[in-house]
Antibody, heavy 117, light 108 residues
Framework: EVQLVESGGGLVQPGGSLRLSCAAS????????MHWVRQAPGKGLEHVSA????????YYGNSVKGRFTISRDNTKNTLYLQMGSLRVDDMAVYYC??????????WGQGTLVTVSS | EIVMTQSPATLSVSPGERATLSCRAS??????LAWYQQKPGQAPRLLIY???TRATGIPARFSGSGSGTEFTLTISSLQSEDFAVYYC??????????FGQGTKLEIK
């Protein structure tokens, strides 16, 4: 069974840091570009970050540029998102997603990041 | 950044009827467009990619059309499980993918 499982979410104070992980099983992520997509409470989907299949190219949305870092370890079949200088408006469910050809055929169940003092 | 605009924001349709959802891009995205369905508490699910190709396991009542800047998702005969929020996504400018704001499909 193809599965993506996120972990690492939780409660953090403004200005703090968190590292999210996304472990894949049932398939190898090395063939896929991978993405982080977030969804604030009651809001729509926001594309946060992306990384090419070999890790050579990365992308960050304007709202997280300079604060978040995406990375991947294809040997561990895992995607990461290092989040720093967290703000209240970063509070959301964070999904990892990936697929061939640009659309996202595989999604994790999401991990909740709460930013509050 | 390409802006994706979905309409309407909310669509009320009776079970068994047809639903038509629209998505417009601020500039051409060719056929690099996907549709996703999201139910409360769940992750999005890919329905359509390349504007008109159904993803694996998606019922034939879901169909997509369009190219360039205008796209449509049609659900031919609504089932109870189809009431959800639907998002379009362009991936023509990978990795600068963008999503629409969503259309909530509710029971009339």
């Amino acid at each position: 069974e193809v599965q993506l499982v996120e972990s690492g979410g939780g409660l953090v104070q403004p200005g703090g840091s968190l590292r999210l992980s996304c472990a894949a099983s049932g398939f190898s992520i090395r063939s896929y570009a991978m993405h982080w997509v977030r969804q604030a409470p009651g809001k729509g989907l926001e594309h946060v970050s992306a990384i090419s299949s070999d890790g050579g190219s990365t992308y960050y949305g304007n709202s997280v540029k300079g604060r978040f870092t995406i990375s991947r370890d294809n040997t561990k079949n895992t995607l990461y998102l290092q989040m720093g200088s967290l703000r209240v408006d970063d509070m959301a469910v964070y999904y990892c997603a990936g697929g061939v050809g640009g659309s996202y055929s595989n999604w994790g169940q999401g991990t909740l990041v709460t930013v509050s003092s | 950044e390409i802006v994706m605009t979905q309409s309407p924001a909310t669509l009320s349709v009776s079970p068994g009827e047809r639903a038509t959802l629209s998505c417009r891009a601020s500039q051409s995205v060719s056929s690099n467009l996907a549709w996703y369905q999201q139910k409360p508490g769940q992750a999005p699910r890919l329905l359509i990619y390349a504007a008109s190709t159904r993803a694996t396991g998606i019922p034939a009542r879901f169909s997509g059309s369009g190219s360039g800047t205008e796209f449509t998702l049609t659900i031919s005969s609504l089932q109870s499980e189809d009431f959800a929020v639907y998002y379009c996504q362009q991936y023509n400018t990978w990795p600068r993918d963008t999503f629409g704001q969503g259309t909530k499909l509710e029971i009339k």
